[in-house]
């Protein structure tokens, strides 16, 4: 089973610094990890543990202090705009504010458009393209005539991610980076854009690979799940491994601290 | 964008400042359609004619007369002809000839006459006046009793072959011309300046050529400000560096000095209204470039940055779609601000001899120049310089509120 | 039953647009909570929640404005009072309030203990600062947090520990009831806990009689309150004990909600999770029937006419719902 897995992203001594002498912090520190094709990852850790520095790190946003990032088992090189520009078609990412992640003075016709045209389709009639969009539209339970000459934030917070969702429907990468893509919207939503998310998942083969502080999202979604603290994997495993049957103590705090409804939350364990 | 239109709209200081600036505006481009004539023509002889309604005296003689019974005309015209330096010596006689100090009253024509009459002899000699003194008090007194004849004036002409004088016309107290009948009357509203130029039509034109430098240096400034605020934000690393290192020596050395340093070398032959423009902006763009880069540089990590990033968009393309129309608003109001700083800066050069060239158009802040070279503010000529002041004013204070305006509505919380 | 010590009746308020339209965000909410209970809000991003704990302070101030009905705290009735007059009378010494950003109302230029002070004076002028001190000292000690806070500046402290001392000063004067508004919201894990640890402990130890705690996280309300109220656009929905309201929900909308809870407890990773579509209506043109009936998968078309009141389902239980319990516990069982 496991010669059977294909890498789709790994790292190896990946390491970000910010800053030098009295300022430097080291955000990710010496990190390895290799991802497996159509897996559901997710990176958990608390705010300042570096996740997000890596997932931009991954994102090709911002570049690394050391270490390689392999691409599909190459060494990924992304110096210049045009290499950026290909591999961006392969990985995509969902933010965590749905509204600090549109530009709003473009219609969400445009941020649509942008995507045909990325996977190349910029000289498709007219009709093929409004067809594109209304099929994206459509999976995510929205209804595309009624968002022509509409901007964003006319939307809630749900349909912003939503639309988020479509734009990735209709790139089709192979990697998908969802920072927190729930944790600006109530449960009854998250549900929505989680079952969306592994829909699309199932439906274009992709690797997604989630970063966040919920433990609940990390262990109902994801096929390995990674610890991080202070800029390192501190645990990693399966979710039943790592979430049910955590080995460090910092795991173990972590799972801990959440309030869970069927097991009694022990409170007295607190500081 | 209609919604944010309406929003500016609803601002009270945006749309008093608007409404302050718009009809400066018509007015000046409205009022040289009624008056088409060359702002520098110098009509008047000599300087500062106060304000007023200029009626051709030789005309209104052949103008028909009417004949008006006015009472207290006779007084007024006294009171308007006895001249203050007269009223003075008047009660120094009196007061030397022993009536009561008190009891004198200059501002009143009648009773001022009255006790002059009483009092006066010319033969008295009182002690310590001179006889140049005695003579003038005896001329003065002479003077004092033509101006109660009410006898026509007799305007005579020159017969050129006899070389004398022949009467041709009587002019008594009591005839009036109508001003509308007078075939040439010159109003000057705020009268003239030091040429005798007409200081409406010149204070128009010069605050359509001021507000041209004003947008012109703002415009440039804005542009320089923008651009190297983007190239340092976006870019960062070296760029910026340079960039900042720049905009840091302009910071050190005072813009105003450095404006000074510029305009006097390039020389006043040199320096028409556009240059002059151009030397302002290119010296006042330096805070816009730091606000325009610390605007970019908390844009640039923004999600919507990276996800035009992520959709393969070129750096160009994203410096104008997306981070432009982001401080678009931003600019506007910096540019605001620079066109009424550069309104201010032309003034402050043109009263310091720096300005334009002075024989093509006028700016506010040469008839500051022109107004204070010919002391017009020692002698009270008001209107030579307070009109431009005061358009001075209205200007900053009106671009000033728009900008005050836009602030409340771009930014929530300053809003009332 | 024990002694009721905050009432509501019939409470509805507006907000007034800037378009002069109005809008019932709280639409006739009554609810009791007795003396040592803790009630929870529930319910969605814009369903209401927020504004009814700023109502139920008696404090508006526009665009809020109290339109009708009754609040009455300890057998004392706030509403309709004059805002100054609650402010001084009222807030802090009856009712506390704490937002989800009260840790950044802290003024960065004073210590706690000013704070504290500030709080004291306003209801008791003549206080001495020696007083104040050993009163917040010992005060602070018994919540477990370390004296020598008082002496810091906000700067000092970590998120957490300036939640948890904002929610220290607010309660300093003994209030009767505490409003917490996802006080942990925008904290990590462990503050988290530890701030729900000294809520649990205020009640506890008795220094506050009855407590609202509103979030939008069903797992941590749960843990938290004796009984849980669920809030859809601007009504009351549904009202039970925690543990009826999480595990045994009679609302449609309730049932979608609790549908949604993750938690990383064993066998819950396969289990398929419930998601509402659909939007909330719009409260400026509330539907006339049933306000859940656009998006309910259970919904008659008699759903969309008639406006449903509240129906009793055994004691403290009550829901808003056309179907009677069993129709919809078979509606349930059957998906």
């Known amino acids: 089973m496991a010669e059977k897995r294909k890498l789709c992203l790994s790292a190896k001594g990946l390491t970000k610094v910010f800053g030098f002498g009295k300022t430097r912090t080291v955000a990710v520190d010496n990190v390895d990890f290799s991802f497996y094709e159509g897996e559901v990852i997710s990176i958990v850790g608390e705010s300042g543990s570096g996740k997000t520095t890596l997932s931009k790190m991954l994102l090709g946003l911002i570049n690394e202090t050391e270490g390689e990032i392999f691409f599909l088992g190459q060494k990924r090189d992304i110096r210049s705009q045009r290499n950026k520009q290909e591999y961006w078609k392969n990985i995509q990412a969902i933010f965590q504010d749905p509204f600090s992640s549109y530009n709003i003075f473009n219609k969400i016709d445009s941020v649509l458009l942008d995507c045909i045209k990325m ?12 067809e594109m969009m209304r099929e994206a539209c459509s999976f995510v339970n929205l209804k595309f005539d009624e968002l022509t000459n509409k901007y964003p934030f006319e939307l809630s917070g749900g349909q912003m991610q939503r639309l988020m969702i479509a734009r990735i429907f209709l790139l089709k990468p192979k990697i998908l980076l969802a920072d927190e893509p729930t944790s600006m919207i109530d449960a009854c939503s998250r549900a929505t854009i989680l079952d969306m998310l592994m829909e699309l998942r199932k439906e274009i083969g992709m690797t997604v690979i989630f970063i966040t502080h919920d433990i609940g999202l990390a262990y109902y979604v994801s096929d390995s799940v990674y610890i991080m603290e202070h800029g390192k994997f501190v645990e990693s495993g399966t979710p039943d491994e790592v979430i049910l049957h955590p080995k460090q103590p910092y795991t173990k705090r972590l799972i801990n601290d959440v309030p869970k409804i069927y097991e009694e939350w022990d409170l007295s364990t607190v500081g | 964008m209609i919604h944010t239109l309406q929003q500016i709209f609803h601002s009270g ?18 009022y040289p359609i009624f ?3 060359a702002p520098l023509a110098i009509l008047g002889q000599g300087t500062f004619f106060p304000p007023g309604i200029y009626v051709n005296v030789y005309d209104s003689l052949d103008t028909s007369k009417y004949i008006i019974n006015q009472e207290g005309a006779a007084k007024r015209r006294i009171a308007n002809k006895l001249s203050e330096d007269d009223r003075v010596a008047i009660k120094e006689y009196l007061v030397a000839a022993g009536v009561d100090e008190s009891r004198i009253d200059i501002t009143n024509t009648d009773e001022l006459l009255q006790q002059w009459k009483a009092t006066f002899d010319p033969k008295r000699s009182i002690k310590g006046f001179t006889n140049a003194k005695r003579n003038y008090y005896i001329r003065l007194n002479t003077a004092l009793q033509s101006l109660y004849s009410t006898g026509p004036a007799i305007i005579a002409v020159n017969d050129p072959e006899t070389n004398t004088l022949l009467e041709s016309k009587k002019v008594t107290v009591t005839e009036y011309v109508n001003v509308n009948e007078v075939p040439t009357v010159r109003i000057f509203p705020l009268g003239t300046d030091n040429f005798g130029r007409d200081m409406l039509t010149e204070l128009v034109a010069a605050t359509k050529t001021s507000l041209q430098i004003g947008f012109i240096a703002g415009l440039i400034a804005t542009l320089i400000g923008l651009t190297l605020g983007l190239l340092a934000g976006y870019i960062g690393g070296f ?11 302009f910071i050190v050395i005072p813009p105003f000095v450095l404006l000074v340093l510029i305009s006097f ?42 996800l035009s990033k992520l959709s393969g968009h070129s750096i160009p393309h994203i410096i104008l779609t997306d981070i432009l129309p982001y401080i678009a608003s931003y600019v506007i109001m910096a540019m605001i601000l620079q066109i009424s700083s550069g309104i201010l800066a032309e003034a402050s050069l043109s009263i310091l001899g720096l300005g334009p060239k002075t024989t093509e158009v006028p700016t506010l802040g040469l008839m500051m120049n022109w107004a204070m070279i010919y002391q017009a503010q020692l002698q009270g000529n008001w209107w030579a310089y307070f009109p431009v002041l005061a358009v001075i004013a209205l200007i900053a204070f009106s671009m000033n509120l728009m900008n005050t305006g836009l602030d409340q509505v771009f930014n929530p919380s300053l809003r009332d | 039953m024990g002694k009721v010590i905050l009432e509501v009746k019939d409470l509805t308020t507006k907000y007034i647009t800037r378009f002069k339209e109005d809008v019932y965000a709280v639409d006739h ?8 209970k803790s009630l929870g809000i529930a319910g969605e991003s814009g369903c209401g929640k927020s504004t009814l704990a700023l109502s139920l302070m008696g404090y508006y101030f526009p665009p809020l404005y109290y339109t009708s009905g009754d609040i009455i705290i300890d057998g004392k009735h706030i509403s309709g009072m004059d805002p100054d007059e609650v402010r001084k009378t009222i807030l802090g010494k009856e009712i506390a309030y704490i937002p989800q950003a009260a840790m950044n109302a802290l003024n960065p230029t004073q210590k706690i203990i000013n704070f504290v002070e500030d709080v004291v004076r306003a209801h008791n002028p003549s206080a001495t600062k020696k007083d104040i001190y050993d009163m917040a000292r010992q005060r602070f000690e018994f919540l477990g947090l370390p004296a020598n806070v008082l002496d810091k500046y906000a700067v000092e402290l970590s998120g957490g520990m300036k939640q948890r001392t904002v929610i220290a ?22 503050s988290q806990k530890m701030v729900i640890k000294m809520l649990r402990d205020l009640m506890d130890k008795g220094i506050i009689k009855a407590m609202i705690f509103i979030t939008h996280e069903l797992p941590l309300l749960y843990n938290v309150t004796n009984d849980i109220m669920v809030m859809y656009a601007g009504q009351i929905v549904e009202r039970g004990s925690a543990k009826e309201a999480v595990f045994d929900p009679l609302h449609p909308y309730a049932k979608g909600l609790m549908g949604s809870i993750i938690v990383p407890e064993e066998g819950l990773r396969n289990v398929k999770l419930t998601a509402i579509p659909g939007v909330p209506p719009n409260l400026k043109h509330p539907p006339a029937g049933c306000r859940f009936a656009e998006r309910c998968k259970f919904a008659k078309p008699e759903c969309r006419v008639i406006s449903v009141q509240i129906k009793e389902a055994g004691p403290g239980r009550t829901y808003r719902c056309i179907f009677s319990e069993s129709e919809l516990r078979e509606a349930y069982k059957n998906g």
Do not use: C, M, Y
Not at chain 2, 287 to 301: E, H, K, P
């Open chain 3, 29 to 36: 909410v009554s609810l009791k909570v007795e003396e040592g």
């Open chain 2, 13 to 30: 200081k945006f749309k008093l400042g608007f409404a302050i600036f718009t009809s400066l505006l018509a007015f000046i481009f409205i």
């Open chain 2, 239 to 249: 760029v910026d560096d340079i960039i900042n290192f720049i905009s840091n020596l």
């Open chain 2, 265 to 306: 070398s390039i020389g006043q032959e040199q320096r028409g209204a556009s240059t002059v423009a151009a030397v302002i902006g290119f010296t006042s763009w330096v805070w816009t470039a730091r606000a325009v880069r610390s605007q970019v540089i908390s844009l640039r990590n923004r999600d919507h940055v990276n």
């Open chain 3, 169 to 190: 000063i607010s309660v300093i004067l003994g209030p009767k009831v505490l409003i917490a508004d996802e006080p942990s919201s925008a904290l990590d894990v462990t």
């Open chain 1, 119 to 130: 996977r190349g389709g910029g000289n498709l009639p007219k009709e093929k393209k409004i």
């Open chain 2, 35 to 37: 008056i088409p004539e």
